[in-house]
């Protein structure tokens, strides 16, 4: 009898004691639990089981993987496709899932059906039974485990034809080309496994996927990526790869844990075509059915960040490093979320861990410069650009960031050249060429930045920086109702930035509309009371009305919120304000 199947008895044999002496503290149930070798799963047994304390509640017949147990209860993770909660339940609500209960590759063909409408069900059902009953036959009966599974290996990728391809993971796709990547293939095998009634689980690593024969002492690994490649479970190479030596990542999956991977997989899929919300109630899925799937709580997270539900896929990357402190990718991943939601100081400590564990992944180092833009640590933010663009050559928008950074520091010649190639490895960003312009505009090279603007704004029409930042330019080359137009598109796009009713009132002054260029000064402090500039041209602007005393009153406000202000302020010395 297998490992598996053994504990999977003494499981079922356990639950029928779960109604024993209310005294009784630890159970094999329990033991089973707390040693952390055995991955149980649980069915719902009765209609409407009550969860928690907040009343909800969870149908019949749904499956959780076991989180913890103590008297007369277990502990599941139960979701909305958004939050994840660890809730209790009664014992009595559930019961134990056997291995041989869960055909994974039979789940899976049903997963590939969803997804493909045109796909006859019965039709792949039928090529995977044949396709198994000959690999079932290649294994025989005779010989040692070892030998068998050789034998499927040599069936399957020899005279069947299968090959690696990575990025195939459709089971009907996979039987129908004779390609498919690591899961796929290696639940072919857990098929014909099941036929044969050998103890082959799947085993789950870092973005990878593979089986293992387990049977008391005789355990080895199968890499379905190589040809069927039989591997030591303690080959140093395959700890490597595997990262926790001896935990959770080196576990074989009972078949009912193993379930979760064909959810994870549809997520994925669902992902990949831009359906993320379905994405997450399969992800959702896949960690209620196996909370220590570390892989499909991080592509939960990335799927909750394409929805904009920022803090949610904070708490799925906080899940991923707690599962598995090594994981590089999620602390990146974590540091843009925090990053989206403006927390910059934690974003820069997260990146700050990715780029120790990852040191070769450039979005790490991104992420960490980004942040550091954010808290306006422009020397430090420029280091970590260059590192990523160390590590990607090609990385635009590292270059772009790395341009603004330097443009903040004044290095304005240097920030040319960095914007130069973010354009020419991204032609189509318009974040890119607004800050160019940007750069060009604190050059005094007015002309050239009003035409990086125009390409900005072709590319991002709705940019309400980028329109305010080109009225600016035109107002400084004297092209004043083209910048009246471009102010009042800004201020239209976005009327709470103090700027853009700024700039819009810089330009009507240029036409000569006194009057309109102090109400939209006016408009600029009502957004932003502290807005020093809109103050200062405010009063000069009614200097020129001949409004001294109320002149006076505005450029004094400038003053007192930027004393720098003073060297700016035009009619200073007229107006008899000591500079």
């Known amino acids: 009898m297998s490992t598996y199947r053994r504990q999977t008895v003494a499981l079922i044999l356990a639950a029928t004691a779960w109604g024993g002496a209310a005294g009784e503290k630890e159970s094999p149930f329990d ?28 149908a019949k017949g749904r499956r959780f993987g076991v989180v913890a147990a103590e008297d007369g209860r277990v502990r599941i993770c139960v979701s909305d496709g958004e939050a994840l909660r660890r809730e209790w339940i009664e014992r009595d609500r559930v019961r134990v899932v056997s291995d041989d209960e869960v055909d994974v590759a039979g789940e899976a063909l049903r997963m590939a059906v969803a997804l493909n409408p045109e796909a006859d069900a019965d039709v792949c059902r039928r090529r995977l039974d044949a396709l198994v009953d000959r690999l079932a036959e290649a294994a025989g009966t005779e010989g040692s485990a070892r030998e068998r599974v050789r034998r499927i290996g040599r069936r399957l990728f020899g005279a069947e034809g299968y090959t690696y391809r990575k990025g195939v993971k459709r089971l009907d796709q996979v039987l129908a080309r004779k390609q498919g990547d690591c899961v796929p293939l290696s639940l072919i095998y857990l098929a014909a496994a099941r036929r044969l009634r050998m103890p082959i689980h799947l085993v789950t690593w870092p973005s990878h996927v593979l089986v293992r024969y387990e049977h008391g002492p005789d355990r080895f690994n199968i890499e379905t990526t190589e040809r069927g490649e039989i591997r030591n479970v303690d080959d140093p190479i395959q700890h490597r790869r595997g990262r926790v030596a001896g935990g959770i990542h080196c576990m074989a999956l009972p078949n009912p844990r193993a379930l979760g991977i064909v959810y994870h997989v549809w997520g994925a899929i669902l992902s990949q075509r831009g359906r993320h919300r379905e994405a997450c109630e399969r992800f959702a899925r896949a960690v209620e059915i196996n909370p220590r799937d570390a892989e499909a709580h991080a592509l939960w997270g990335a799927a909750l960040h394409k929805l904009a539900r920022y803090d949610a896929a904070c708490a799925r990357h906080a899940d991923v490093v707690a599962i598995d402190p090594q994981h590089g990718e999620a602390n990146i991943r974590w540091a843009f979320a925090l ?52 590590h990607h050559r090609r990385f635009a928008e590292a270059y772009a960031g790395w341009g603004g950074s330097l443009t903040r520091l004044g290095q304005f010649a240097e920030a040319d050249r960095k914007y130069a190639k973010a354009a020419l490895f991204d032609p189509q960003s318009g974040r890119t060429y607004g800050g160019w312009g940007y750069t060009l505009a604190q ?110 009153e505005k450029l004094d406000r400038a003053l007192a919120l930027d004393p720098d202000l003073k060297g700016y302020v035009p009619y200073c010395t007229s107006l008899g304000v000591p500079q």
């Open 31 to 58: 033991r089973a639990l707390v040693s952390g070798r055995t991955l149980v799963t649980v069915e719902i047994a009765a209609d409407e089981t009550p969860v928690g304390d907040g009343g909800a509640t969870v």
């Open 443 to 552: 050059m005094g090279k007015h002309a050239e930045a009003c035409e990086k603007y125009a390409k900005a704004v072709r590319l991002n029409p709705k940019d309400a920086r980028v329109l305010n930042n080109w009225g600016w330019a035109l107002a400084r080359l004297g092209r004043h109702d083209e910048a009246v137009e471009k102010c009042r598109q800004s201020v239209k796009l976005d009327a709470t930035r103090a700027a853009s009713h700024h700039s819009l009132g810089v330009a009507l002054a240029g036409q000569g509309k006194l009057d309109a260029a102090c109400a939209a000064f006016a408009d600029a402090v009502k957004v932003d009371p502290r807005h020093a500039l809109s103050y200062a041209d405010w009063g000069a602007t009614l200097a020129r009305l001949g409004r001294r005393a109320e002149a006076l």
């Open 339 to 390: 990053n989206r939601l403006r927390r910059y100081g934690e974003a820069a400590a997260k990146a700050a861990r990715a780029t120790e564990l990852a040191p070769a992944f450039a979005d790490g180092w991104y992420a960490w410069a980004y942040a550091l833009t954010r808290l306006g640590r422009h020397a430090e933010a420029c280091e970590k650009f260059a590192k990523a663009t160390e």
